[in-house]
């Protein structure tokens, strides 16, 4: 019974490193949006480059989702430069 377990594990955990992971699914690209309101719809507060930046635009409502990423694909919507993009 015992051996029989390991095999079956060993089968499946061989499978499973076996198997190809899609690209598309291990790198997603990241969402780029037209505009401000269409970013502001999905992350109220904007879109951070990483969780120490400081918003150089004064005080704001909600705080930024954190994602270097999604800071990229959107930078050009950070108009004051300080990596926050569409803050609010």
Same mark, same amino acid.
């Given at each position: 019974m015992r051996?029989?377990?390991t095999y079956g594990l060993s089968f499946v955990l061989l499978l499973a490193v076996a198997l190809p992971v899609s690209q598309e699914t291990a790198h997603a690209a990241p969402k780029k949006y037209k505009n401000c309101t269409e970013l502001n719809k999905d992350y109220k507060g904007g879109v951070a $480059? !990483?969780?120490?930046v400081k918003?150089?635009?004064g005080k704001t409502k909600y705080k930024p989702f954190v994602s270097a990423e999604l800071y990229k694909a959107n $930078? !050009?919507?950070d108009?004051?430069?300080d990596f926050i993009a569409c803050e609010k």
């Open positions: 051996k029989g377990l $480059k !990483s969780a120490g918003n150089k635009g $930078k !050009s919507k108009r004051d430069r």
